[in-house]
């Protein structure tokens, strides 16, 4: 029997005038086209912390402060388990969003959220977060 790969993700979640950044996958990405909050995979060696500063700033070319953990889900995959963690993070000073390695990217209200589709560990962690009313 084989196990399977625990990939640890992290994601942040940042809020401007109410509404939360999401960011779009590429068409030829795993999960193709899906929504979810920018982040990405944390590297050997690296602290979520890092990771998330590391990741917002090769895929927009922002810079972040980043917060408390606000979440985290464990969640399997057919052929691996994601350990995601949410952080909450701040912009630091007024940035322009570049899509550098995004494909596209919205500032949604969280009412809005169910309008964009999102891969289902994203999913399970926005349903935490409204639940418990860390998105309002």
């Known amino acids: ?27 030829h990405a795993s999960l193709p086209l899906l929504w979810e909050f920018p982040g990405g ?30 979440v985290s889900v464990f969640h399997e995959y057919e052929d691996y388990f994601i350990d995601f963690r949410v952080y909450r993070c701040r912009l630091l000073d007024e940035q322009e969003i570049s899509r550098l390695k995004v494909f596209n990217f919205a500032w949604v209200m969280p009412d809005e959220l169910d309008n964009y589709e999102f891969p289902s560990a ?15």
Request: no cysteine; proline share 3%; charged share 35%.
């Open 122 to 136: 994203d999913q399970a962690s926005i349903d935490i977060l409204l639940k418990t009313n860390n998105l309002n």
């Open 41 to 70: 995979r944390v590297e050997d060696g690296e602290t979520d912390e890092d990771a998330i500063a590391r990741e917002l700033k090769e895929e927009m070319d922002i810079d972040v402060a980043v917060e408390e953990e606000v």
């Open 1 to 27: 029997m084989t196990t399977k790969p625990t990939i640890l993700v992290v994601a942040a979640q940042i809020e401007k005038d109410g509404k939360y950044l999401i960011t779009q996958r590429g068409p």
